[in-house]
C-alpha cells in the first residue's frame, strides 16, 4: 500500500495505514534502494554536519528518488555523476564552474532564490547544494522539511530531463553553438521547458504552499522586467548602447520564462489552464502576455506528450517563437540578417507576427 492509497470508512473519512503497513512499505523502499538504486553517485557534503548526518541525508536522496521512480517509471537519474552539498553555495557553484569549464551563476533577479542547481557536462551532471537542504531533510520542523524535500525532487527531476535530451538530441545543445535569433531565444525555451518539466512531474502535496509563491514571482518578474526594460530603452534613446540594452532585455525577459515554467508545470500537474489569482491575470493583461501564456502552456504540453520522439534542439522551435514575440511585446524586435548579425528594432511596442 502507498502510503497516499488510503483506504475509507463508510462515512468516507480516509483511513490511515497501520503501523504495520507503514513497517511494510518502509522495507520495501530500503529492499529497493539496496536491489535497484535510482543512482550510483558519490554524494559529497562541505559542512559541519556529523557522519551520521551525512549518511541520514544519502538515504534520504535515494529515499526520494525511488519514490518518484515508483510515481514515473519513466524517469532516469543514470547521467547523474555526483552531488555536492556545500555550506557556501557559491563556492560550490565555483567549484562546479572549475569541473565544467565555464561559469555557473545562480539567478540574481529580484524575487528568484538558488539553493540548488544541475550542472550540465557532455559526460553527466552534477547536483550543487546549499547545505541548507541537506539540513531540511533531516530537519522536524515540517515547513522545513518540505521545502528541502520538494527542491530535491524538482531537481532530480532535472537530471531526468537532462539524461533524455542528452540521448535524443546527441549532446548537441551542449556542444551547438548557437547563431542568429536562436543564441536570444532557445536559452529561454530550453528554461522555461525545464521548469515547466521539473515541477510538472515532481508535483505532489509538499509543494502545494509553492503555488501561490510561483505565481507572485511570475507576476513580480514580469513587472521588473517592463519597468526595468522600458527604463533601459529610454536611455538607449541618449546612449545608443546595445551592448546595456539587449543583454538586459535578454536577462529579464529569460527570467519571465523560467518564472512562467514553474507555474505551467505546477498546473500541468494539478489540472489548472487560467490564471487563478487575479494578480496574475492582471499582470499578464497589462503586459501583452495573455497570448504568451496560453500558448506556452499548448505547446508545452504538446512537448511533454511527444518528448520521446524528439529529435533535435529544433523540437523547441514554436517555443522559440512564442518568445520572440514576448521579447517584441516588451519593446525590442530582433531580427536576423545573417547567422553572426542579428538586428535589434528600438522601440517596438506590438508582438510581431
Known sequence: MEPHDLETDRDGTPTPPSDEELEAFTLGLQQEILANPPFRCGISFHWNGSQDDAEQVSFHVQLQAVLLRRESPWLDFSSLKSIVF????????RDA??????DIVPTREPGGLSVAMLVHAADGCELVADAGLARGLLSQGTAHSDVSVSTLR?????VDDFQRKSRLWNNEWLKERL????QTFFPMAESLWSEYYANRV????LADAYLTGEEDMLAGAIRDAAQEIGEAILAYRFSHDMGVLAPLARRKVSFVAQSMGYVLGRYAARGLSAPRVAQLR??????????????????????????????????L????RIWFRVMSAFGL??????????????????PCE
Open 86 to 93: 556545500h555550506a557556501d553555495y557559491e563556492q560550490g557553484l
Open 97 to 102: 564552474s572549475v569541473r565544467a569549464g565555464r
Open 154 to 158: 524538482h531537481e532530480l527531476c532535472h
Open 179 to 182: 547563431q542568429g535569433l536562436r
Open 202 to 205: 515532481s508535483d505532489g502535496p
Open 282 to 315: 492582471e499582470t499578464l493583461q497589462t503586459a501583452g502576455l495573455e497570448d504568451a501564456f496560453t500558448r506556452s502552456r499548448a505547446e508545452l504540453d504538446r512537448l511533454f506528450q511527444s518528448r520521446a520522439s524528439w529529435t533535435s534542439t529544433e523540437d
Open 317 to 320: 522551435a514554436e517555443l522559440e
Open 333 to 350: 524586435r530582433f531580427e536576423e540578417i545573417s547567422p553572426d548579425r542579428v538586428y535589434v528594432h528600438v522601440p517596438f511596442s506590438q
